[in-house]
């Protein structure tokens, strides 16, 4: 009996080969991919790969192909790749300018049913041609890298809201929110830049944020956790905030739904200062320019959204939070006649290491 | 056949009571089962769950109640209120309710593989390693299967620690309001928590095998504490990281939360944490199937490590006809269903009629 059981065991140790392998050298892996639409309503897309070659630099390869229909993209790339193509590498997704107007649902959709794709995926939009985006030369590392760590660290410490594949699902799914994404710009062959935010209305992209107001939008979506700003005092002199954090809190007022109230808290360091000393009182002078600063942009920001019809802060989202059994169906007519009050408080903890 | 008692080298500590009941709610069902609640509890989901915990704490005190009473498994209660044969034939019921419920993991466990991993993989090879594996830590013993409880608590315990990733994108807010939905919504989703927290009336089956059973109660009752929190805890989380909608479309919830894990040196956590898994229902699934040939020993008197073998030749069988994701999805919801079945209804009224029949006896 036992030794059957060992012969069984040994068997078994043979059919461990039932599921087909995909070595890594033969195998060809989706590190980027870029999608458009053309003309006469066919897709293209890019799906870039990266091969490591032994002196630990990589090699940019791009295939295109169109198609008629979004499922045949990846089957027309394929008949181009010399090695089965897999997902699972894959960072950075960019939608053209077409496709982001006509909606980006379906391509997403694609990606959450794939088990093999992360959910910390980049997406982004494009101003001009996605495609030449993946066809440039960024450097070593390679493209994928560099556009991934370009969204990372701009996401991380700078003025763009944190979004990754999860958080674009997310906020597309949930009612009263809408979701975006950072726009990259080609500056030429071997440099790309966020020139902007695209905001979205469900799936389609309607306006896009410029780069000095994006400051602002992430104190409103996200918190600010190293951001840095400049504020102009006045007569020639000028501070400059650095290691910003931030935090917001939307309240609706109890008595009049109709008014959102959004506090608006900001730390910051001033490591740098045109003017000859930094007193106490300039500092509070800098605190006061900010607030003041702050809370125009802002306004004029949602008051914007309002307009637009857009919801990307997802005032929508905190009343179905925030008032018990609220009927969604009128969130609509109540979204024109919010108003909103923006209350910031600005706080200098230090000011370098100098008196 | 008569009660014989237990010798005590066969006997277990009354604290791997705990362990026994946890790994065997712990399984398959820890990897889906938030998208059933939020269907009808939606943010309150959570609560269901917690109502869930208490109202099995409640049976866990019934079981007890009859197998003090009676002082043996359910076969002997069986016997104790209806005779020998009918108590017999009530009993022979439950060797295929845990035959399918053995059937049901592993099948739901190959669906997730398939899907998320190897989706050319043979049914049927995996089927007989795993039955090779559990035969032959069945034919270990009962002990064997109780340390096999453990291992299957601890070892994966660090899946736990993963959540921490979540927690970053997680939005309370989410939850709000709290009670906005119906109480009938709520108790719904208490309902459909049932396949995911059954498993604990194994107790009727292994109390014969534990030593001071008086002392193990209280094992008994912290290891549905446990679990209770850890499936509330996990669904409050799975609430605040998706929106609902998002959720309703997730099929295996707890391991597209894993999707945004990010390591160093692993790019998708997944596939460790479904490696992983097969440690979680490795239990799960030896648990049930000793239970299985237990009964067919204390009913027909078959030699267990028999018995063992033929459930298993009987599995390895029947799993090849389960195909599609939606016979998967019904033996499920068929399981989950007698599961509820069993131990919020079957166990109360069984209880009374152990009390009327100690009453009548006395007299």
């Keep these: ?355 | 056949m008569p009660n014989l008692p237990i010798e005590d080298r066969f006997k277990i500590s009354p604290f791997l009571v705990f362990y026994l009941i946890t790994s065997m709610q712990i399984g398959i069902g820890a990897l889906g089962y938030q998208r059933l609640i939020a269907q009808y509890a939606h943010e309150d989901a959570w609560i269901s769950v917690l109502i869930a915990g208490i109202l099995i704490h409640v049976i866990v005190w019934m079981m007890y109640k009859i197998l003090e009473t009676v002082d043996g498994d359910l076969v002997t209660a069986h016997i104790y209120i209806a005779g020998n044969f009918i108590g017999k034939f009530l009993s022979s019921i439950f060797v295929f309710y845990f035959f399918t419920y053995a059937l049901t993991i592993l099948r739901s466990y190959l669906e997730v593989i398939q899907v998320w991993m190897f989706p050319t993989m043979s049914i049927f090879w995996f089927t007989l390693a795993y039955l090779l594996l559990s035969i032959y830590i069945i034919y270990g013993g009962f002990r064997t299967v109780v340390g096999i409880a453990f291992f299957g608590i601890v070892l994966p315990a660090y899946l736990f620690l993963v959540f921490g990733f979540n927690l970053k994108f997680a939005n309370f807010e989410h939850l709000m309001p709290i009670l906005d939905n119906s109480f009938k919504d709520i108790l719904l989703g208490s309902y459909h928590m049932s396949l995911t927290f059954v498993g604990f009336e194994i107790v009727l089956f292994f109390y014969p095998f534990i030593k001071n059973p008086e002392k193990s109660k209280k094992w008994a009752h912290l290891a549905i504490l446990t679990t209770t929190l850890l499936y509330t805890g996990l669904m409050m989380l799975t609430l605040s990281f998706f929106s609902e909608e998002q959720l309703r479309k997730s099929i295996w919830a707890t391991l597209t939360m894993w999707k945004i894990v990010q390591m160093p040196f692993v790019e998708r956590f997944e596939y460790i944490g479904i490696a992983t898994w097969s440690l979680v229902i490795l239990p799960n699934f030896c648990i049930s199937l000793w239970v299985a040939s237990r009964l067919l020993k204390r009913i027909f008197n078959v030699q267990q490590k028999k018995g063992v073998i033929l459930i298993s030749i009987i599995s390895l069988i029947v799993i090849n006809f389960i195909k599609t994701r939606e016979q998967v999805g019904l033996i499920n919801d068929y399981t989950g269903k007698v599961g509820f079945i069993f131990t919020f209804f079957y166990i109360p009224i069984l209880l009374a009629a152990v009390l009327i029949v100690k009453k009548v006896k006395k007299k």
């Design chain 1, 1 to 355: 009996m036992k030794n059957l059981f060992f012969i069984l065991l040994f068997l078994m140790l043979l059919t461990t080969g039932c599921v087909p392998k995909s070595i890594i050298d033969d195998i060809n892996i989706e590190a980027a991919s870029a999608f458009d639409e053309l003309e006469d309503d066919t897709f293209v897309g890019t799906v870039l790969i990266q091969e490591y070659l032994p002196d630990q630099s990589t090699e940019n390869k791009t295939f295109t192909a169109t198609a008629k229909l979004r499922r045949d993209l990846l089957l027309n790339i394929q008949r181009q790749s010399s090695e089965p193509l897999h997902l699972g590498g894959l960072m950075v997704t960019i939608f053209g300018d077409k496709l982001a107007d006509r909606g980006i649902m379906d391509f997403v959709d694609n990606y959450q049913r794939d088990p093999s794709i992360g959910a910390r995926n980049y997406l982004a939009t494009s101003s001009g041609s996605a495609l030449q985006i993946l066809k440039g030369e960024y450097g070593p590392r390679g493209n994928s890298a560099y556009l991934n760590n370009l969204i990372e660290h701009n996401m991380k410490y700078r003025d763009l809201p944190e979004t990754n594949l999860h958080i674009f699902i997310r906020d597309f799914y949930t009612q009263g929110k809408d979701p975006y994404l950072p726009e990259l710009h080609q500056i030429n062959n071997e440099k790309v830049e966020i020139s902007g935010l695209s905001l979205f209305k469900k799936d389609r992209e309607v306006h896009v944020l410029s780069t000095d107001k994006m400051f602002f939008f992430k104190l409103l979506a996200d918190r600010h956790s190293n951001g840095s700003f400049k504020v102009d005092l006045g007569s020639g002199r000028e501070a400059e905030i650095k290691s910003i954090s931030s935090k917001h809190k939307i309240k609706i007022s109890k008595k009049n739904p109709s008014q959102v109230v959004i506090h608006i808290k900001i730390k910051g360091v001033i490591p740098e200062y045109t003017g000859e000393q930094i007193t106490p009182k300039i500092v509070k002078e800098v605190e006061k320019a900010l607030e003041k600063k702050v809370n125009k942009e802002c306004l004029g920001l949602v008051k914007q959204f309002q307009e637009q019809e857009i919801d990307p802060v997802g005032f929508g989202f905190f009343h179905r939070k925030q008032i018990r059994g609220y009927n969604f169906k009128r969130w609509e007519d109540d979204y024109k006649r919010l108003t909103f009050k923006i209350k910031t408080d600005v706080n200098i903890v230090e000011t370098g290491v100098l008196e």
